[in-house]
């Protein structure tokens, strides 16, 4: 799989939401205004890792996040993580029991859902614009995968001139892993064509369990061409940024979930 093949299948496509249609799992919702409906009336499963990206139209923008409704257990009272994207992820608030909306100022988002227990039912997010701060949407691909069958991710150079900014995640189906001897697995290998020691271009990998952790930054000189592993029990995130000014970086990511054999 590469970016083209991508943007033919349902992972990139553009959705305003009425309150009466359900979101699925690892849907990327182009739109500045909208809403997040997932299982508001159906009980939720232990363990779920769902993620939702959003990709505002109109570019670096404040929005307001609201957490209309939900049905959230106290095993689950903050269920609901949302992340800015602005140069990377950076954590808006956890919603929930105790906070219902938060604002945050960026290009996107990402929005996750972790669920400890099976004891309670969705949710209902409202996302719309207060002020846009620098028109025009940047180039880059908003994209989930949760499962393995499209494993590897081909990512070629940008050779356009222009900047570039990808989000990638990467879930075992949508859950957290909970048996002791599995593990999801991910490897990143990246080419730079003239690479330097100032991290200006590269790929960033993080993990997600119960908060963002930064995995490795991928982008000095002794970086290139080297195959990184990683592993988790949750789920990965990968950010890719390019300077158009630059030379053009390119890179493959796979992803299995992985049982060790004793």
Request: net charge negative; hydrophobic share 35%.
């Amino acid at each position: 799989m590469n970016i083209k093949g991508i943007l033919l299948t349902c992972f990139c496509t553009f959705f305003h939401f009425s309150t009466s249609e359900s979101t699925s799992c690892g849907q990327t919702i182009i739109a500045d205004n909208g809403t997040i409906t997932y299982k508001l009336a159906d009980n939720y499963d232990a363990g779920e890792l769902c993620v939702f990206m959003i990709k505002f139209e109109s570019g670096y923008i404040d929005t307001t996040f609201n957490l209309d409704t939900h049905g959230l257990s106290n095993s689950d009272s903050d269920a609901v993580t949302v992340f800015g994207s602005f140069f990377g992820l950076t954590l808006a608030a956890n919603l929930g029991h105790n906070q219902q909306s938060v604002t945050l100022t960026g290009f996107g988002a990402v929005v996750i859902f972790r669920t400890n227990s099976s004891s309670g039912t969705g949710f209902q997010l409202s996302f719309k614009p207060n002020r846009i701060r620098f028109p025009g949407i940047y180039d880059g691909t908003y994209a989930v995968f949760d499962n393995n069958t499209l494993s590897p991710l081909n990512i070629p150079a940008n050779d356009t001139g222009e900047s570039l900014y990808n989000y990638f995640v990467f879930t075992s189906g949508s859950r957290l892993i909970s048996e002791p001897d599995t593990f999801f697995r991910l490897t990143a290998k990246v080419n730079f064509e003239n690479p330097d020691n100032k991290c200006s271009n590269g790929f960033h990998v993080y993990s997600f369990v119960d908060e963002l952790q930064l995995e490795k930054s991928i982008c000095e000189r002794v970086d290139d061409g080297v195959v990184f592993e990683f592993s988790t029990r949750g789920l990965f995130f990968v950010y890719q940024d390019q300077d158009g000014f630059l030379p053009p970086v390119s890179g493959v990511i796979t992803w299995e979930t992985d049982t060790l054999i004793s």
